[in-house]
């Protein structure tokens, strides 16, 4: 899977002289929490909700309202916007673009292609379109997880098991290892009732468990 598969695409942008009031009420009609700066046609930084709320006065300020909003219809997204901003190619491997940005610590990449912005991917693209199908967050069924059922020599009689119960596949994966165990195998089966499916696993000497959804 690539970046282009994941983020994205109707991505919306401002120049660098918008009024960061104007910013946030984009970024609030949008219920997005960024907006990469473009000026003509170049990508010059990325604008947050956070970057707004802390160039902001605090609420302990002697300051009246008149005048927070006075420097507030001031202040252009040039002086809170993040300048250094990390950006992707939309053929870039999801991977990458994952490892990329826990590296950079930063929750966003602006795609560009060809010099241009064509799209964003955020944290939650990831986690919506590809971690989530992939643990099969929000579908029915029932998840069970057979101890060191990733190793190669079990996956066979594994998967034999669960075609001769008849049941469907929703998604597989193995579990990180635990100091001093090997890889878990988790099945996400179409089912509630997995009964047989366990009593078979059990009678193969395969330490299965239950898990929540």
């Not at 020599?153 to 998967?159: A, E, F, G, S």
């Not at 669960?162 to 089912?191: I, Q």
Request: net charge positive.
């Amino acid at each position: 899977m690539k970046v282009k598969d994941v983020m994205s695409w109707n991505v919306i942008t401002v120049s660098s002289d918008t009024p960061i009031m104007e910013a946030r009420k984009i970024m609030d009609a949008h219920n997005i929490r960024r907006l990469p700066v473009v000026d003509r046609g170049k990508l010059v930084g990325l604008v947050t909700k956070e970057r707004i709320a802390r160039a902001s006065p605090s609420p302990a300020t002697s300051l009246t309202v008149w005048e927070i909003n006075y420097l507030l219809a001031k202040m252009t997204v040039r002086e809170v916007m993040v300048k250094d901003v990390v950006t992707v190619s939309p053929d870039m491997s999801a991977e990458a673009a994952i490892a990329l940005a826990q590296k950079k610590r930063v929750g966003s990449l602006v795609v560009v292609d060809d010099g241009k912005v064509v799209g964003i991917a955020t944290t939650n693209d990831f986690f919506y379109k590809i971690l989530n199908p992939v643990l099969g967050l929000g579908m029915p069924g029932t998840r069970i997880i057979i101890s060191d059922g990733a190793d190669p020599k079990k996956l066979p009689d594994i998967m034999e098991l669960v075609r001769k119960n008849n049941l469907k596949l929703v998604s597989m994966h193995s579990m990180p290892p635990v100091e001093g165990k090997e890889k878990d195998l988790c099945l996400h089966l179409d089912t509630n009732d997995v009964s047989q499916l366990v009593k078979d696993l059990k009678s193969k000497g395969l330490l299965t468990e239950i898990v929540e959804r």
